[in-house]
Each structure stands twice: as structure tokens, then as C-alpha cells.
């Protein structure tokens, strides 16, 4: 019987590799064609013979290579493929294309909404427990994250110059399986998720700083600056079915734990945004949705919370993905 998921990561020369050995070791799908492997051609059709097209095709034809792929996992547990340490490589982040869209849900955790809205509008201020009660009866809420911003597992995360008070968000990201207009609830599937990061400048909303976003750009700035985004290291892929809506995620600065929440305390699910999104444009099988994040962001605690520093080490550890580490550095001023 095969393993019920697989991993897949992309390294920085572009190619698709195969977690195999809880991830120690990986293949790559330039090899397995090479040696020949199970359904070689249909791999190399998908992603091309040396294993660097986008996922696209791989995800819409996932039911007729997902044998071939978990063939790979099996021949190189076996020994009759080659391998590689995954501890020497570089990774890039798991897109399934350099083009996809990516729809962030903001808000998303009932405590962390709360909390944060406590901290910016005051807490005297009842905009909280608005934003709350409103929440349901509004939809989802969130932005559009631009994928060329989203860099990949122990890549470094440069901030813009002049701003100090950066943001961690741990997140869980999943990646659609099906598109469709007017997708009923029960018809949305998922081809997989990885662990996200979404950093985010706070100096603004924190009134420090310059103000950088007012006007009609302010999420945008806020959140895709370079390197705004991180991703990885591996895209678990399962049935199309598999449960997301109850996955830990974990977020540590330097070593030291931020985050404890699950995607089982999200007010809407990834089904719910899925579904709601799909009235308005039709999806497309790699879309991406991160989830929001649990409480216990820096924002939360003021202008004196455990803001990122020059030098921090953030981890993002969601169960079967494994951990998503990212250097921060920041500029002071601009040169």
C-alpha cells in the first residue's frame, strides 16, 4: 500500500524534489525520470525531464501521478533511486507557479482579532468586539499577498529601511486541487498545504514611524514588501480530502515559543473562503489560502511588544510539513 501523503519542495535551481526518510533525504524528479522510474513519462510531461516546470499540470492530473509519485517515495526507501541530503539544499518556496494567486485570510482567529484591535484603536475602544460579531455576517476578510514576494525555508527576510517594528504571523497555507465559479462547500478540494509566514510592518498602525500606509496601498505595504512572505519547506499532498481545518501551528523567535494555536480556531475555514471567493472569480487549482494566525503576535502586546530584531531566528512548525526558518535582517535608514 502507498503512504497516504507526500512531500514535494522546490529547491533553488527550480526542480521538484521528493521528501523520502521523514524528510532527511530527498529525491529529485529529474532523477527518478532519469532511472526510469514508475511512470517516468507522465512525470516528465507534467513538470518536464528535469523537473523544473510549474505544479499546474501536476496537481489538475494529480489523480492519474499521484501512483508515480508515491512510487518514487517507495524505490527510494528501497535503494534503487538515488538520493540526496535534504540538510544541503537550498530551498525556494513551494509555489505551483510563479504566477499564482494568492488570497491571505486577515483576521481570521478570533483572540488575535481581538487582541490586536484592542491595541490599535484603544482599549476603551468597543471597534473589537464590533469586528467580531461582524465578522461571520461580512465574510472573509484578508488581501492579496503577491507571490514574488514570498521567499522559502532559511531564506533571509529583509525589512524595509526605517522600520522597526516587524511582525511575525505564523500561518498554514493550503493549495486548491479543483477551480470552479460557484463552488458548492462539499465540492472545494485541496491539493496540499505548507507552513507560512506572513511579516508584517507595524510602525503605522503602532503611530511610529513614517506613515507608509495610508490611502488605498495600505495592505499592500504592509505586507508585500520583499521577502514579506515565506513558504515551506514541503508541501504535504494527500487525497484531496484530507482534514486541514484541525492543524497545530507553532511559532518560535528564537527558540522561544510566540504562537500555539490551530487552523481548528479559524472563524472561517478554508472550505468557507474557498466557497465564498468562488461567487466572485472563478479558482484555479494552485490558488493558494493562508489561514490568518492565532493570537499572540507581537502587534498584540503595543509599541513595547516582542518585535523582530536584526539577527532573530523565526520558526514556523506545522505538523507533517516540518519547520520553516527564516532569518531576519533590517536596514536602519536608507543608504
Do not use: C
Not at 500606509?213 to 521577502?227: A, H
Not at 484541525?246 to 518560535?252: A, E, F, G, K, N
Not at 503595543?302 to 520558526?315: A, N
Amino acid at each position: 500500500m502507498p503512504v497516504q501523503t507526500v512531500r514535494l519542495g522546490r529547491i533553488a535551481d527550480g526542480r521538484t524534489i521528493v521528501a523520502v526518510d521523514g524528510a532527511a533525504r530527498a529525491v529529485t524528479v529529474e532523477a527518478a525520470i532519469e532511472h526510469g522510474a514508475a511512470g517516468a513519462d507522465a512525470l516528465a510531461s507534467a513538470l518536464g525531464r528535469d523537473g523544473r516546470r510549474g505544479w499546474i499540470t501536476l496537481i489538475e492530473q494529480w489523480p492519474s501521478l499521484a501512483d508515480a509519485v508515491h512510487g518514487i517515495v517507495e524505490a527510494a526507501e528501497r535503494d534503487t533511486l538515488p538520493t540526496v541530503a535534504v540538510a544541503g539544499l537550498t530551498f525556494a518556496p513551494p509555489l505551483p507557479s510563479p504566477s499564482i494567486r494568492i488570497f491571505a485570510l486577515g483576521g481570521n482567529f478570533a483572540k488575535h482579532l481581538a487582541d490586536a484591535s484592542a491595541t490599535v484603536y484603544g482599549a476603551g475602544s468597543d471597534m473589537h468586539v464590533e469586528l467580531m460579531q461582524k465578522r461571520r455576517e461580512q465574510g472573509p476578510w484578508g488581501f492579496l499577498t503577491l507571490p514574488d514576494t514570498v521567499v522559502g525555508h532559511d531564506a533571509t527576510v529583509e525589512t524595509p529601511a526605517g522600520l522597526e517594528k516587524i511582525d511575525y504571523e505564523g500561518e498554514v497555507a493550503v493549495i486548491l486541487g479543483r477551480g470552479g465559479r460557484s463552488l458548492a462547500h462539499d465540492d472545494v478540494r485541496f491539493w496540499g498545504y505548507t507552513a507560512w509566514n506572513d511579516f508584517s510592518l507595524r510602525d503605522s498602525a503602532l503611530g511610529v514611524g513614517p506613515a507608509y500606509d495610508k490611502g488605498p496601498m495600505n495592505w499592500t505595504l504592509q505586507k508585500n514588501f520583499d521577502s514579506g512572505s515565506s513558504a515551506g519547506p514541503w508541501v504535504v499532498v494527500g487525497d484531496g480530502r484530507s482534514d486541514v481545518d484541525d492543524l497545530r501551528i507553532t511559532l518560535r523567535v528564537n527558540d522561544e515559543t510566540h504562537q500555539d494555536g490551530s487552523t481548528s480556531d479559524m472563524i472561517f475555514t478554508f472550505a468557507d473562503t474557498a466557497e465564498h471567493l468562488s461567487h466572485f472569480l472563478t479558482l484555479r487549482p494552485g490558488d493558494l489560502i493562508p489561514s490568518g494566525t492565532p493570537a499572540g503576535t507581537a502587534l498584540e502586546s503595543g509599541v513595547d511588544g516582542p518585535f523582530l530584531h536584526d539577527g532573530d531566528v523565526t520558526e514556523v512548525e506545522v505538523a507533517g510539513v516540518g519547520v520553516l526558518r527564516n532569518l531576519v535582517r533590517t536596514r536602519k535608514e536608507h543608504a
